[in-house]
């Protein structure tokens, strides 16, 4: 009995732990959802995701991807599967035949992008930074599929390549942090990552996404993760989830070479998941039944 009641009492507390600070270091609350499965070929501690760690807090879906991003503009795609229908083979922009909305291109280097079965995207977060004009961050939101939803915003971090905006995108209440000090993690390379060094780094992007935005989701929220080029046509071997090793950048043919497209790319071609999932969201109900269990549990405890 003592068991089960600290039990309840620990999912209380946990859904009661105070709201993330953020600021692109992850606080104790995250859990680890994936780790890093091969080294990176897109530079040492300048383009790396050492871990995907997630939490659901006051209805937001917390997200930090520990590691670095170069600042010279490279991507970092964060495509979420959170409801049903989407796409698991990306269409072209509505500009040119697809589904997608047209920002920053994406759509149409991703056109025929197959991820595995099992992940179909509804939205995906762009982010990306570097030196145009001053050091800028610069973030897009949109829907996948469709082109009901899409904002974006530059500059988020007032003239710095890192820092922290609670509000980066407005409209759908989406923050983001970025804190580039890692200098270590996985190596530069195509082997298997030291998983270890990988869980060890504290430090990266981190992102606050209401879960209005993203469909108000029961079940699993799936994350795929990617570090791209600048124009989003050359694939890093740095996704979440991870390559098996050894696997260098996919590029756009998947043995490192350059096309002009990722369109030819089919993540079921690839051993292991390149997706993961962040966090499930109970149904409202098993909500309910679980609260009222505690109570029950408590009140015993109490006689
Ligand atoms: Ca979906
Ligand atoms: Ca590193
Ligand atoms: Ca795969």
Request: net charge negative; proline share 5%.
């Given at each position: 009995m003592r068991t089960l009641t600290t039990l309840a009492l620990v999912g209380f507390a946990g859904a009661a732990m105070?709201?993330?600070?953020?600021?692109g270091t992850r606080d104790g609350s995250y859990n680890l959802r994936s780790l890093q499965t091969v080294e990176t070929q897109f530079g040492d501690n300048f383009s790396e995701l050492n871990g995907g760690w997630a939490q659901i807090h006051n209805n937001t879906l917390y997200l930090v991807l520990t590691g670095n991003l170069e600042g010279n503009f490279n991507k970092l795609n964060v495509f979420i599967?959170?409801?049903?229908?989407?796409?698991?083979v990306i269409t072209n922009d509505v500009s040119n035949?697809?589904?997608?909305?047209?920002?920053?291109?994406w759509a149409g280097k991703y056109a025929g992008f197959t991820f595995d079965t099992g992940f179909a995207a509804d939205h995906m977060i762009i982010m990306r930074n570097g030196n145009f004009g001053g050091d800028r961050f610069d973030i897009d939101f949109s829907s996948v599929g469709n082109t009901t939803q899409l904002e974006t915003a530059g500059n988020v971090f007032g003239g710095s390549l890192t820092g922290s905006n609670?509000?980066?995108?407005p409209f759908f209440g989406i923050g983001v942090a970025f804190d580039?000090?890692?200098?270590?993690g996985v190596l530069g390379g195509?082997?298997?990552?030291n998983q270890a060094a990988a869980q060890a780094v504290m430090t990266g992007i981190e992102l606050a996404i209401p879960l209005a935005a993203i469909?108000?989701?029961?079940?699993d929220i799936k994350i795929a993760a990617h570090v791209n080029g600048s124009n989003h046509d050359y694939l890093s071997n740095q996704s979440l989830g991870g390559f098996l090793p050894p696997q260098g950048n996919l590029g756009g043919d998947g043995?490192?070479?350059?096309?002009?497209?990722?369109?030819?790319?089919?993540?079921?071609?690839?051993?292991?998941?390149?997706?993961?999932?962040?966090a499930t969201v109970p149904e409202p109900g098993t909500m309910a039944a679980l609260a009222l269990g505690g109570l029950a549990l408590l009140r015993r405890r109490r006689r």
């Open positions: 105070a709201q993330p600070v953020l600021d599967d959170s409801v049903a229908g989407g796409e698991n035949g697809g589904n997608n909305p047209t920002n920053d291109g609670s509000n980066a995108l580039n000090s890692n200098v270590a195509t082997n298997a990552a469909g108000n989701p029961t079940g043995f490192g070479n350059f096309n002009g497209t990722v369109g030819q790319l089919n993540m079921n071609n690839f051993g292991g998941d390149q997706y993961f999932v962040a």
